[in-house]
């Protein structure tokens, strides 16, 4: 019975074709299972049904640590997007990340250019302030 209601939307499971690179970072430290289950998997879900993209991944991003510490401190926790069109996608995710709980300072990169969130409000096409680490 749910076949016949899955099939119409079967071409949505498919990767996205033409898609440009995006990132979501999360500042501290979050396991990579709960930033799958809190964040990714939803974020894919709305990503698809739009048709404007989907979260591809993720990643960790650390602090070279100082000479007394330890080991590297973790900065930012990664969500990477594959996005269709940039403007619809960082609206979409200006609208649910704070309700999945995004935490302040949270930043959406595309290109050179972020929005930033501060736990309340979103500050919209600022220059990019983490560089991008494939760079």
């Known amino acids: 019975m749910i076949k016949r209601y899955l099939d119409p939307i079967r071409h949505k499971m498919e990767d996205p074709e033409g898609c440009e690179f995006m990132t979501v970072a999360m500042p501290g430290d979050i396991d990579p299972l709960e930033r799958h289950y809190r964040f990714s998997i939803h974020l894919d879900a709305e990503l698809r049904l739009c048709g404007l993209g989907c979260s591809s991944g993720g990643g960790t991003l650390y602090c070279e640590a100082d000479d007394d510490a330890e080991r590297d401190e973790i900065a930012f926790c990664i ?9 619809k996608v960082r609206e979409l995710l200006r609208l649910n990340l704070p ?16 929005d930033a969130f501060d736990g309340e409000n979103w500050e919209l096409d600022r220059v990019r302030s983490v560089p991008d680490p494939f760079d």
Do not use: H, S
């Open 79 to 87: 969500i990477d997007i594959e996005a269709t069109d940039i403007g």
């Open 99 to 114: 309700e999945l709980g995004a935490p302040a300072g949270t930043l959406v990169q595309f290109g050179e250019r972020e």
